[in-house]
């Protein structure tokens, strides 16, 4: 359990700097965080209330889809709204003026981070965060392959996002058709459900489990 939840916490904090990467970057946000810069310009909210607001109503829209939250949906929330600002202004602190090649590197960067640590805290399986469990129960109610759905959600909330007002660039657009094929790509990496089932004796089962069905959180292997 200590290594679960070191994982979690780790894939977390790990978010929350991809999203301060692509933010300091100045190449364009992330997705939801277009969306959230729209609804603080339209609030006047800070950005961490806005996370946290918009995280509760993400996850009433997990009761038709049948999602359960775990504990590590709760320890999402908490952890990324929390730690956001802080991060964020580290990063400035480190990089308070970054020119263009830096700016891009922390871009893709994020990207790359992003896909990561979603894969890291969703292969715990303590419960998926408030928006992919959004994404994993679509997975499970639509038979649609992981990167499909991430990339069609992120098109969604970034034109949402942009229409409030909120900023985009190339970066917004990388992460939105990029960061789905991360997830997929790195889910088996960190898998721990799926590591274990491996060391049992019928791997020719898992095998078979792994190439064609869901995982408890929803996510096709």
Not at 35 to 41: E, I, K, R, S, Y
Not at 144 to 157: A, G, N, S
């Amino acid at each position: 359990m200590v290594a679960r939840t070191a994982q979690l916490l780790g894939g977390l904090l790990a978010f929350a700097l991809s999203m301060a990467m692509l933010l300091h970057s100045g190449q364009g946000a992330m997705p939801w965080d277009v969306l959230h810069q729209g609804v603080a310009l339209r609030t006047g909210w800070g950005i961490g209330a806005v996370v946290m607001a918009s995280s509760a109503l993400v996850l009433l829209m997990w009761i038709p889809l049948r999602q359960r939250p775990g504990v590590g949906t709760v320890v999402n929330v908490i952890v990324i709204g929390l730690t956001i600002g802080p991060v964020l202004a580290l990063l400035e602190r480190i990089l308070p003026d970054p020119g263009l090649v830096t700016a891009v590197a922390l871009a893709v960067g994020g990207v790359v981070v992003n896909g990561l640590a979603t894969a890291a805290y969703l292969g715990v399986h303590l419960g998926p965060g408030p928006r992919d469990g959004l994404m994993t129960g679509l997975v499970r109610q639509t038979g649609w392959p992981v990167r499909r759905v991430k990339t069609l959600i992120e098109i969604t909330v970034v034109l949402a996002g942009w229409a409030l007002g909120g900023t985009l660039g190339w970066a917004t657009a990388l992460f939105a058709v990029g960061v789905g094929p991360v997830v997929q790509v790195a889910l088996p990496w960190f898998d721990r459900a799926g590591r274990r089932a491996t060391r049992g004796s019928d791997r020719a089962s898992c095998a078979e489990a792994s190439a064609g069905g869901l995982d408890e959180s929803g996510m096709r292997a």
